[in-house]
């Protein structure tokens, strides 16, 4: 099985650390003077690093007022042209109370007045510091998010391998393995014309296991034939001690789902029922709507087995999480039957 790539996590930018607006803001408010020192007179020359020290410190306030405030807009979802309109109006309410008491201070120790036209001037230099601010923290966060985004991918790509993996073990089960050879030699001692059939069926159940690559998701249509398949051996085995019915929207089967994720609720219903002709096994499989699919079971109590491995339910629903959706799988049960509703994905690409 592949290991997920370790990411060191250093190489996240975290924009809540003060390195990153400290050398911005320092490094915007120098050129704003810099650019301006020979038009300055000797008193303004004098007091510069103190209007420096003053105007780097507003936008370092500035990074992490905005920093809160984007993190609080997306927390509740809010939309774009209202995020944007909330962060001008913020922005230039704290650059007015900035420029009103940059010029008390610089009044004060300068004992002079400044015209208007020179406030204004500084009022959009300092609204330009904003901007720039705000920009890199995009370019930042942006980053950030294409990183998380290729450790989810790493991580999703793990988990498909392990689907895989625990997959075959499953179907290799000593117990599986040995039911089905013993089906198939009675089969072919009695030389019954189905034979090749179900010999086919139980090498495509194993070559699609194998051959499903780094697949997230496929289409219902995909795993609906891949079931059936299952069916099929089963029918061999228990012959007419279950009944299966499947209803489905034809024009909408090529929504997504993760890969074998019916086929494990179907498997359950096998695993966990006790299944004979005098207690006949209904399975039903129901397209509820083009984003849900229900799979149903009556219950047939069986004596407790070792279970294999904890995956099953919880894989199925840990897929779903990978692929970014919530309540992906919901069960109910009671004492007569067991009920588990799958959400159905949009397909996002012409190929499905």
């Not at 105007?55 to 984007?70: E, G, P």
Request: charged share 20%; net charge neutral; hydrophobic share 45%.
């Amino acid at each position: 099985m592949s290991r997920m790539k370790n990411r060191n996590p250093g190489s996240y930018y975290s924009l809540s650390h003060w390195k990153y607006p400290a050398i911005l803001a320092l490094s915007l408010s120098a050129i704003n003077f810099l650019s301006t020192l020979p038009f300055r007179d000797s008193i303004v020359t004098a007091n510069l690093f103190g209007a420096w020290f003053i105007a780097s410190s507003f936008l370092v306030l500035m990074w992490y007022v905005n920093l809160a405030l984007s993190n609080r807009l997306q927390r509740k979802n809010t939309q774009s042209f209202w995020r944007i309109f909330i962060t001008v109006g913020i922005n230039l309410f704290f650059l007015a109370v900035f420029v009103f008491i940059a010029y008390l201070i610089m009044s004060s120790v300068l004992e002079r007045n400044f015209s208007i036209e020179r406030i204004v001037v500084q009022s959009i230099k300092s609204a330009l510091g904003i901007a720039t601010m705000i920009f890199f923290q995009y370019v930042f966060s942006n980053q950030n998010r294409v990183q998380m985004l290729q450790l989810q991918n790493e991580k999703l790509k793990s988990e498909n391998t392990r689907v895989q993996y625990e997959m075959l073990l499953r179907q290799v089960h000593p117990h599986f393995l040995f039911n089905s050879l013993s089906v198939l030699h009675s089969m072919a001692d009695s030389n019954q014309p189905e034979t090749g059939n179900y010999i086919l069926s139980l090498s495509g159940l194993f070559r699609e296991i194998l051959d499903i690559g780094d697949k997230e998701t496929r289409t219902l249509r995909e795993e609906l034939a891949f079931t059936e398949n299952y069916l099929n051996l089963m029918r061999y085995r228990f012959e007419d001690a279950f009944s299966v019915d499947i209803r489905t929207i034809p024009l909408e089967e090529n929504r997504l789902l993760p890969v074998f994720s019916l086929h494990l609720l179907v498997e359950n219903c096998f695993r966990h029922n006790a299944v004979s002709k005098s207690n006949l096994l209904r399975i039903e499989i129901v397209q509820q709507s083009t984003e849900e699919l229900i799979v149903r079971n009556n219950r047939v109590p069986k004596e407790p087995e070792a279970v294999l491995s904890g995956f099953g339910l919880s894989g199925i629903t840990e897929r779903y999480r990978l692929l970014g959706v919530e309540n992906g799988l919901v069960v109910i049960e009671n004492d007569t039957e067991f009920v588990a509703s799958l959400k159905l994905l949009p397909c996002e690409n012409s190929d499905c």
